[in-house]
């Protein structure tokens, strides 16, 4: 009975069942996509310009968002903003699970010396805290897109080399990997065509978790001043520039927190619903 | 047996020195790629280069990386932190008052967070499905899902703009009276309570959860024994290693949280002055601020793995 309607409260696509959550979640995620890929032709008002007399100006016609600090168009500055959040926080997590988990693979078929010093060397890596490896990183070599790219993917690098290496362990104990071994296949084939197919939906999951770790890091360095330099301004930079607003409720400072938030919270639940199958650490 | 669980212990604590010396170095490396040559920068630009070159002498910039590195070292060991570029001070003068704030502000967050979110987290693992469950992880989902500064524009909007209980900014210099205190710290702590009890929460009901799960609590539970003294008397002394390196995990998120926390109410902590270090480019600042910071979240993280290992009983 609860089993036939669990299932009525499912709808079917690709062969797999979202519930609604996770359609909403995947709707919001769609909707944020676009805008990064579509800011500059959709935005109402060039972001540099000051369009208000006013600086904080409320919601109201033609300026949708309000205005910030300055008197420029919220709206725009949003809009544009989602395709730095998005845009570098994709490039670093792509960095950073492509290179994690072809090193936890390359280290768990290997085995030996290699795994051992790969292991030790990024869990020393990961034992410095995020947040302060970006502020010496920033201290060091400044701020710019390329730099926080890259310091961002180095940062959770351990991360996903260490889930993709305990998931490749496992498959390599299987019985067709030693028959692979046997049949003398090179390395890049049994990593290729042997583990990665059968560790794919749990690391494409664990994209998703780092993508979100990936944002709130880099909201949070552009929070301090860190990360994106004037003129260019992530969600983060926003709230930063913003700031000023805030005893007053300005939307300016209110409506860049809650774009991160409807991201990170629509992955997190689009993740939390996916189906068993894909989620499940040994798929 | 119990030398089973002393070799790994030693063998955790063994990897926790490499660790901290790959750290150590990684941070020396990390500030002393900056672009530009520091005696040029501290001389400005009026400097002749006989002068420039003098002071590299000086401070022995023309030595190998490898060098300057183990001199730095042997001064830490001596307590020698070396002094800052921006006012000549002792590093260890500028930091020693401030490390007591930080210290101050950890210890209320934590002392407030610990409890909370354990009670939190058990309670909703014993009632798993219930309506207060899903409350209960839901906000702990949503707060993990934002970043920090969020949290404390939300808290002061909350606090301090509509409900005006609390001041936006703190500042430590003025508390006279027990209600100056609290004014002061209730902003920091309360947001900082809400992003390390979230994560804590989380962990906590995972591991509780974990427990109730295995065959002896089911038989606990057949045998007829009523649903707290099962959580109680039965799930909860296993469960109480997993727990306390769920503890000790979170409470490592302090480091990120406070320099977040430090930088939006002004408190004048470490982490805001690494972050003003940092925005001067005042190296052997950043150098210690960046070292007290690690070495504080390899503390935390090493005894979580210890804590793990002597509570695991397979290994007793």
Known sequence: MTMARAASSRRSFLGHSYNLVGVVASLVILAWTLVAIFAPYIIPHPIGDIVDDDYFGPMRQGLWLGSDYLGRDMLSRVLMGARYTVGISLAAVSIACFSGVVLGMIAAVTGGWLDSCLSRFLDAMNSIPSKLFGLVVVAAVGSSIPVLILTLAVIYVPGAYRFARALAVNINTMDFMTVARVRGESTVYLIGSEILPNIIRPVLADFGLRFVFIVLLLSGLSFLGLGLQPPLADWGALVRENIGGLPFAAPAVIVPSLAIASLTISVNLLIDNLPQKIRDRDA | ?316
Not at chain 2, 48 to 70: C, K, Q, S, W, Y
Not at chain 2, 187 to 193: F, S
């Open chain 2, 1 to 316: 047996m119990k030398s089973g669980v002393l070799k790994l212990v030693a063998k955790r604590l063994a990897i926790a020195v490499v660790t901290l010396l790959i750290v150590l170095f990684a941070v020396f490396f990390a500030t002393s790629m900056l672009p530009g040559d520091t005696a040029s920068i501290l001389l400005g630009q009026a400097a002749t280069p006989e002068a420039v070159a003098g002071l590299r002498e000086a401070m022995h910039l023309n030595d190998p990386a490898i060098l300057r590195f183990l001199r730095w070292l042997l001064g830490l060991l001596h307590g020698d932190l070396g002094a800052s570029y921006a006012n000549q001070m002792p590093v260890a003068a500028l930091i020693g008052g401030r490390f007591v704030n930080t210290m101050k502000l950890a210890g209320i967050t934590t002392l407030i967070s610990v409890p909370l979110a354990l009670t939190l987290g058990i309670t909703a693992a014993m009632l798993r499905g219930s309506l207060y469950d899903r409350a209960v992880t839901v906000l702990s989902i949503g707060v993990i899902s934002v970043p920090e500064f969020m949290v404390a524009t939300l808290a002061v909007l909350l606090f301090a703009v509509y409900l005006r209980w609390l001041p936006a900014l703190s500042s430590v210099n003025e508390a006279r009276s027990l209600a100056d205190l609290v004014r002061i710290y209730a902003m920091p702590v309360i947001t900082l309570t809400f992003v390390i009890s979230a994560q804590m929460i989380r962990m906590t009901r995972a591991a509780v959860i974990e427990t109730l799960s295995t065959p002896y609590v089911e038989m606990a539970l057949l045998k007829g024994a009523s649903r707290s003294r099962m959580v109680l008397r039965h799930a909860l002394p296993n469960a109480l290693g997993p727990i306390v390196n769920a503890v000790a995990l979170s409470l490592s998120y302090l480091v990120g949280g406070v320099i977040i926390v430090e930088t939006i109410f002004n408190y004048p902590g470490i982490a805001k002055l690494m972050v003003d270090a940092v925005a001067t480019r005042d190296l052997p600042l950043i150098q210690s601020c960046a070292m007290i910071f690690c070495l504080g979240y390899l503390l935390l993280i090493t005894a979580a793995d210890i804590i793990a290992i002597m509570s695991n009983p397979r290994l007793r």
